[in-house]
């Protein structure tokens, strides 16, 4: 590692200026460090060079810099993690880093602002570029905290982000400027406040803006402009345009037009923006988001994200084509943008520091950032509002296609006060949200549903932790024939008693583990149990029936269910009739995956298939005949009132009467009375399992209903 030594510290070349800014430069390429020092101290730079990461650290920490400008590829600590370490080093400090990339690719550029660069620049350097950029980060670093505290109407500010804005009064006099070290130089520095805007201007176009101000000034209508400068020999153009602001104030925006700017911006262009819409992409989003929110805090304001999840905008593809949906989609963006700006306006004085940004996170998903409020208590509504609005039909290429919205909302209040957990309480809120079944349903992220996330995340820990363990165990409920009441199979159901928690239903936890992917990992345990069980009643004699596992249409779907109950079974010599899988009819209907395959792979290995909870969803008996399966299982609710109501007396009768067309074996789940056993016998049901013939037990109280089991046992 090489130490640095005070002879390396250049002299600034422009003494009688200004201190000149500070800047480290490494590279391992000794040619490239004296062209960018030679380039970078003409334009007034005090340059240090180092050769490696390393030596640039212990620069970093022994000496005060302004900004760094960092090769991406070098020997040993490369540029990203170069500036990873800086950056845990400079903890809060935004010094601009700027990482050179040898390309101009999405992974370089990525790579650049995962490591915390503020800023990427492509190589070959364009050393105006660069030193116009370093400029403008470093002022913007300082001048971030003087920055006119003064706010307005923002909302058409949401897309002009590169520019510089100043505030003029109906004079033309500067009354606010911000974001002026976007324009390239020293240009900022001449529109000081106080000062008549049109004084400001270079003789030769002043009367362009002249012109521009006159025609705007009367009416609400935006004016454009364009000022040529000529600073020491370099032209530029610079593009403006007047808005009408609050209380006879203009805005007047400005921004670099000069060729090489526009190139640059375009690549900026590229990697902050959603290429379809032009809106904010992600990326900007959370680099908003973030800086915002820190803002915020400090002020006392409030953060808020709204996001808009459209059910299936990609289902419109097969009519609208891809062009079709990208008109869709900018249709969404505009109706959104006319209804915030709408809302925003209505807002009271004390709003006016308010900003937003639309953006859009993926193909369905929008977002709308708002930030600096004063008060939310009117989110819920406006959220509501802008839902409405997007439900209506979008006329698109001559179709009419309707949108199906969810909008979860969180804040900084109510959420964490990072970008990344206001946005998940976003998701979360969105995620509540399409429970509900109304199109347009609005869902805040609050202390209930914080409360039942929480709630959620900690039974999800516990049932890992129990499953790893193996605490959970199977209980087994007999089945039996109708015609002589014998024993016919078992179902095993498992039964979790949490040390903390107690007994949790099954109900809750299977759900939760489909979600949390904890269901494989269960099933497994489930079969390790069961089979274990299988081998343990062979060894006692007892009398061999089938015993059913419920599957998750989850783990049917895995690339390796087929192989790992064969591999279960061939182990421990079960013959796989005795194993019966008990799946819903919804894996069946959907087809999805590989369910299907694998249930015929099963099926061919001699396992047998039943279907679960048989007419509660899809109910198309037609089907049958293709399935590979077996059984049929009535389900419980209609088992429930078989005796008492006739509808579902018909249902259970054509169950089983279909069921036996094609060679169906059905039995009825959930038998609680002696009637309703009769009356399944005379429908002609094959067979009964229920609390009325055996409840679910441990196995060692199973053994009973291996003894003849007699009813009322
Ligand atoms: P299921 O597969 O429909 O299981 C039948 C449920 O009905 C069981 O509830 C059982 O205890 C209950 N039951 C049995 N007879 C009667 C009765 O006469 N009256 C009433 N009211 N209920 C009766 P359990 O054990 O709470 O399980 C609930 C659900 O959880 C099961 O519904 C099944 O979908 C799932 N489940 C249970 N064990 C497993 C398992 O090992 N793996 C998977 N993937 N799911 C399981
Ligand atoms: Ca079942
Ligand atoms: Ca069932």
């Avoid at 190139?263 to 989003?285: S, V």
């Avoid at 024939?481 to 014998?486: A, E, K, M, Q, Y």
Wanted: proline share 4%; net charge negative.
């Amino acid at each position: 590692m090489l130490t640095p030594t005070l002879s390396d510290v250049p002299v600034a070349p422009n003494s009688v200026k200004l201190p000149s800014f500070r800047l480290l430069v490494v590279d391992d390429d000794p040619a490239i460090r004296m062209v960018s020092r030679m380039a970078l101290e003409k334009a007034g730079f005090a340059v240090t060079e180092a050769s490696d990461g390393y030596t640039a650290l212990s620069w970093l920490k022994s000496h005060q810099f302004d900004a760094v400008l960092l090769d991406a590829r070098m020997p040993g600590l490369d540029g990203f993690n170069t500036c990873r370490k800086m950056r845990d080093y400079l903890s809060d400090d935004p010094i601009p880093i700027i990482i050179a990339t040898g390309q101009n690719d999405d992974v370089s550029i990525d790579a650049a602002f995962e490591c915390g660069a503020t800023d990427f620049a492509a190589k070959p350097l364009n050393w105006r570029i660069i030193s116009q950029r370093l400029n403008s980060l470093i002022r913007a670093r300082n001048v971030k905290k003087h920055l006119n505290s003064r706010s307005f109407q923002i909302s058409s500010m949401l897309k002009t982000s590169s520019e510089a804005m100043l505030i003029l009064d109906q004079d033309g006099t500067i009354q606010g400027a911000h974001q002026i070290e976007r324009l390239p130089g020293q240009l900022g520095q001449t529109f000081s406040l106080g000062r008549c805007f049109f004084d400001c201007l270079p003789a030769q176009s002043a009367h362009h803006a002249i012109n521009a101000w006159e025609t705007a000034a009367p009416s609400e209508s935006v004016n454009k402009f364009a000022l040529n400068y000529d600073i020491e020999g370099v032209s530029f153009t610079i593009q403006g345009r007047f808005i009408a602001g609050v209380e006879n104030e203009f805005l007047c925006l400005l921004q670099d037009h000069s060729d090489a700017f526009v190139a640059e911006r375009r690549m900026f262009e590229l990697a902050y923006t959603d290429n379809c819409t032009g809106i904010a992409n992600e990326r900007q989003l959370m680099s908003e988001l973030n800086r915002r929110l820190k803002n915020d805090l400090e002020t006392g304001h409030h953060t808020v994200v709204m996001r808009f999840a459209a059910a299936d905008l990609n289902g419109f593809e097969p009519r609208l084509g891809r062009p079709g949906l990208a008109k869709l989609a900018c249709a969404i963006v505009e109706r959104l943008d006319i209804g915030l700006n709408g809302y925003l306006a209505g807002l009271p004085e004390n709003s006016i520091g308010t900003q937003a940004l639309i953006s859009r996170l993926s193909d369905t998903d929008f977002v709308i950032l708002l930030s600096g409020l004063p008060a939310i208590d009117f989110v819920e509504e406006l959220a509501e509002g802008l839902a409405r609005r997007l439900s209506s039909s979008f006329e698109i290429d001559g179709f009419s296609c309707m949108v199906d919205w969810s909008v979860g909302v969180a804040d900084s209040e109510e959420s964490v006060s990072s970008a990344d957990g206001i946005l998940s309480a976003t998701a979360y809120a969105l995620q509540s949200a399409q429970y509900g079944c109304n199109s347009g349903q609005v869902r805040r992220y609050n202390a209930e549903l914080r409360n039942r996330i929480y709630d959620e995340i900690e039974l999800e820990r516990l049932l890992r932790r129990d499953i790893a363990d193996g605490v959970l165990e199977m209980y087994y409920q007999p089945k039996f024939d109708l015609s002589n009441l014998s024993l016919i199979g078992v179902e095993a159901l498992i039964r979790w008693t949490n040390s903390e928690l107690g007994f949790v239903s099954p109900a809750q936890f299977i759900p939760l583990a489909e979600r949390a992917g904890l269901i494989v990992p269960l099933s497994h345990l489930v079969i390790e149990r069961v089979f274990d069980q299988i081998v343990r009643w062979r060894e006692e004699g007892r009398h061999e029936v089938p015993i059913s596992i419920n599957i998750s249409g989850i783990h049917l779907n895995t690339r390796t269910i087929v192989e790992e109950l064969r591999a279960g079974i061939q182990q421990r010599k079960i013959k796989p009739d005795l194993i019966e899988l008990e799946v819903t009819e919804s894996i069946m209907v959907e087809g999805v995956g590989k369910a299907l395959q694998n249930l015929n792979d099963l099926r061919d290995m001699g396992i047998r298939v039943a279907i679960d909870d048989f007419g509660t969803g899809y109910s198309s008996l037609s089907y049958l005949r293709k399935l590979p399966i077996d059984c049929l299982k009535i389900d419980r609710s209609f088992v429930n009132s078989v005796n008492s109501d006739p509808t579902a007396r018909a249902i259970a009768r054509a169950i089983i009467t279909v069921g036996h067309d094609v060679g169906l074996h059905v039995i009825a789940e959930g038998v609680e009375t002696a009637e309703q056993l009769d009356c399944l016998k005379q429908l002609g049901c094959d067979s009964v399992q229920g609390y009325f013939t055996g409840r679910p037990v441990p196995s060692q109280d199973f053994t009973r209903f291996f003894h003849g089991a007699q009813l009322g046992n």
